[in-house]
């Protein structure tokens, strides 16, 4: 469970990527979805953008960059990341976004995430992107399990909204020093394994009773 189902209004804009047509679909609709030159995912208007989980692996190229302002739900029943392994991306800008969907981002080369109102770090959304540094997510109330795992360069995160933290949610996070969590109520066992710098976790007492059993 990735936390709640997006509901929006029927008529919504919405854009659906088939892996067998998706090339003919990105270009055919260019008030829509953009690709330019392979290197950036633009998409103006839609608010939710899905993919065939039966038959989309991959997006046409490997985007540098991914624009989109009016998105508020993203691969939420796409069955692997939306954009998971997406070697050259770097840049993500999506300042609507409220669902997203388990890894859409996985494997990147993100450096920086604002995601001012996601509700919530969903399975696997940044795991093993070596080079992500900085994360702001003011809105999410939940990170989900494996949501930061292996993220080796990461040294520092404050979600300040977050009540529940899922076992193995920061999982080897090696360089990890400080976690800010002022309203946490709930964190799993072995949410923080392998995090073996970590030396300070800012969180209410009653939540971190259990601090033994999360490492």
């Known amino acids: ?3 709640e189902e997006p509901a929006f209004p029927i008529g919504s804009p919405f854009i659906y990527l088939d892996r067998r047509s998706a090339t003919d679909r990105l270009f055919s609709q260019p008030g ?13 208007h839609a608010v939710i953008v899905e993919s065939d989980p039966a038959t989309f692996e991959a997006l046409p190229g490997d985007p540098e960059s991914v624009w989109l302002p009016s998105v508020a739900s993203l691969g939420v029943h796409t069955s692997s990341g939306f954009f998971m ?9 999506m300042p609507q976004l409220q669902f997203v969907g388990r890894a859409a981002f996985s494997g990147t080369m993100l450096e920086t995430v604002s995601l001012p109102l996601a509700r919530a770090a969903s399975v696997g959304l940044f ?31 404050s979600l300040p909204a977050v009540r529940s933290v899922e076992t193995k949610a920061f999982y080897q996070c090696a360089k990890l020093e400080t976690v800010s969590l002022p309203s946490l109520v709930f964190v799993e066992a072995d949410a923080f394994a392998g995090c073996h710098s970590l030396t300070r976790i800012d969180a209410p007492e009653q939540a971190t009773h259990t601090l033994p059993q999360i490492f």
């Open 1 to 3: 469970d990735d936390g």
């Open 127 to 157: 795991a093993c992107c070596s080079r992500l540094v900085s994360v702001s997510m003011p809105a999410a109330t939940r990170v989900c399990n494996r949501a930061f795992c292996r993220c080796a360069s990461l040294t520092e995160i």
């Open 32 to 44: 829509n979805i953009s690709v330019n030159a392979a290197t950036h995912f633009i998409c103006e």
């Open 85 to 93: 392994c997406c070697r050259n991306l770097t840049h993500i800008s």
